[in-house]
């Protein structure tokens, strides 16, 4: 086990009801904020009334700023800067999914900051202040919620970039599992996909000595692979929700990372795929998780042989090591078409040959590598995405 | 799962050598700190120097006060309270075990408040503010590092009772594993039934619905079950006792409570035995968590089951889930016996009867029943207390 520093002081407010409570949580920090959101569904489900009323309550004055897509774009970033900046805005309320969260804690960075917030998302300025920001959660995926990050699509050249900075954790999130009963089902599974995947990054380690987390990584895993199905076939399974709800958030508060080499080459290298064709995040992680795995695999056997073993039941023999491991990568393809995703880029219907391109924006130099299990060059990465073709 | 809160904002610096940063981390908070300890075993080790290092280092004054017993003492205390107000003192630093680091929660609550601290432990007075303490862990066991509890004894009736603030959370905690190298055996595996009993009071609930958090639970157990007889062979293995060290945080902080009822029967009546009799209380719950096992398993053999399943690899049978859910508990016991602890009173050489005067000061009045598993009135308590006989 590596040495490590963990703090995670962001508030959970958990279960049926909670987002009443907002308006009392909000006027701790601020008694005029911007309410950050995507689109209609919010409207559509009452949430975005609730939330009103829960705020006026509270002495709360409001201004809207609707309209955040997925794989959030740069320049609603740029306007609602703007929009704090002339309205000495000191709070800013997340209302949605990862992708609000996100583009909720670009505006909370860009807001104190002189130059353009994209310095920050291409390592050009290192932030010094935040806005702090409060979240009401309606998809669990991101883990944006608890976490230190946040990733930004910019529309010129299509970089999708992330940050991560201690002071991005939200200071409370409120998490109703109920508030997700009426996510498409497509949208449930991506989810599933990129939470998952946040515990995959942290599970395929190079680190020594890491048995508890690795066990609390198999528990959460195994709390998606359970729940995520029963959810698709009961999208009003409130207790089904809770699971994996809360699972999500564990996934990506850094608890599970704790004293671990991480790695996010599967992540990186979904962002230049998502960023140039747009495609949902977690269906591009599907796609290139399980080609990465098989890339990499041979690099530690054992591990992933543990990973079968405990995660996917495989039954493992002594004598044959990488049938277990093999086993246990084909049963994660399995359950992701299972629950509805593609598992090729073929499936998402990719049949573009940019691949040294997203291989070069993935890596930024021609030198570098990316990820830490299997330190990947240009060539592996284009040979990954080879690989994911199907 | 039920609606639950959860924020744990404890610093925790973990690894080898991470005592060096104490000063530092106090320095945030004040240029003056009460340091408080136990016994010789930290100058014997040279931490009680490295750490005086760090606070001169840092330019930060600090009182000494030692002489922490385990089953900490009201009276030292009250000694401890008038040292800080005698000195202007607005830190606390617990170098030590959970019993300094509980100690010195009573200080911290005792110091703004007029009247005398043990109010707060028999309910006559609720506590608003705390000085702030920090941490550096010795012993893993109590998990206090990052919990809002303090257990204090008074000596005048030898009453054991807790407090639970969220205000008593340390600002950090330090954590070296390597600082637990010289521990006695009989004290490791203490810590062990301590942790393990941390875990288990939460496990058994009857909250339907909280698979993640069983699984956490599980995960948790299974690292102490694992690594705590590899300790007691090789007592300098860092990673082994970094797995121990971490587990023991992770089982007390909170997270593995979340969204369920928790119990506490148990550790409630050991306060009695440890209160009265002045066992170490790991010892004290080895012998009445079986025991209260035995006596409650029948309300939810299925939970039991899967107890013994999941952590103990027990195989199940369907038509036989009675006989896995006993033999779990024996294993425990087998467990527990293996790693050098008593599981009955008769091992801890108490023969005395004093069961009726336990069961009454446990449930603090006739008509009051302890834990919610199993509510239990007097005469359940007797019943356990004579089951864990042997």
Chains 1, 2 share one sequence.
């Not at 140039?276 to 591009?284: F, M, P, S, W």
């Amino acid at each position: 086990m590596e040495n490590f520093v963990f703090q995670n002081p962001t508030k959970i407010i958990f279960g049926k009801g909670t987002e009443s409570q907002v308006g009392s949580e909000v006027s701790q920090y601020s008694k005029k904020v911007l309410f950050h959101y995507g689109g209609g569904s919010i409207k559509k489900s009452g949430l975005f009334d609730r939330v009103i009323a829960s705020l006026t309550e509270a002495g709360i004055q409001y201004l809207e700023l609707g309209g955040v897509k997925p794989n959030p774009r740069l320049s609603l970033v740029h306007e609602g800067i703007k929009l704090c900046r002339d309205n000495d805005i000191e709070f800013i309320l997340a209302v949605g999914g990862g992708s609000v969260i996100d583009s909720a804690k670009a505006i909370a960075v860009g807001v104190p900051y002189d130059g353009d917030v994209w310095d920050f998302y291409v390592n050009k300025a290192v932030a010094e202040e935040a806005l702090p920001i409060g979240t009401i959660l309606t998809i669990p995926a991101a883990g944006s919620e608890a976490s230190i990050g946040s990733v930004i699509t910019n529309e010129d050249g299509w970089y999708k970039r992330p940050i991560n900075y201690d002071m991005l954790r939200p200071k409370f999130s409120i998490l109703n599992p109920a508030l997700a009963f009426t996510l498409p089902k497509y949208q449930v599974a991506c989810g599933a996909a990129d939470i998952m995947a946040h515990i995959m990054e942290r599970y395929f380690t190079n680190t020594k000595d890491v048995d508890l987390t690795d066990r609390l990584c198999e528990a959460t895993l195994k709390t998606i692979i359970n729940f995520v199905p029963v959810v698709l076939a009961e999208p009003d399974n409130y207790a089904a929700w809770a699971e994996i709800m809360w699972a999500g958030t564990v996934a990506h508060n850094d608890l599970l990372g704790t004293g671990r080499a991480e790695d996010w080459a599967s992540h990186d290298i979904e962002h230049e795929l998502s960023g140039i064709y747009d495609v949902a995040h977690g269906a591009g992680l599907a796609v290139i998780f399980p080609a990465w795995m098989k890339y990499v695999y041979q690099h530690d056997v054992k591990r992933f042989a543990q990973f079968a073993t405990r995660v996917w039941n495989v039954d493992y023999s002594v004598w044959a090591p990488e049938r277990a491991a093999l086993e246990g990568i084909r049963r994660l393809e399995d359950f992701f078409r299972r629950i509805g995703l593609p598992t090729t880029l073929n499936d998402l219907g990719i049949v573009d040959d940019r691949f040294e391109e997203m291989a070069s924006k993935a890596t930024k130099s021609d030198t570098a590598t990316l990820g830490g299990f299997v330190p990947l060059n240009q060539q592996d990465i284009v040979d990954i995405l080879a690989m994911a073709r199907g």
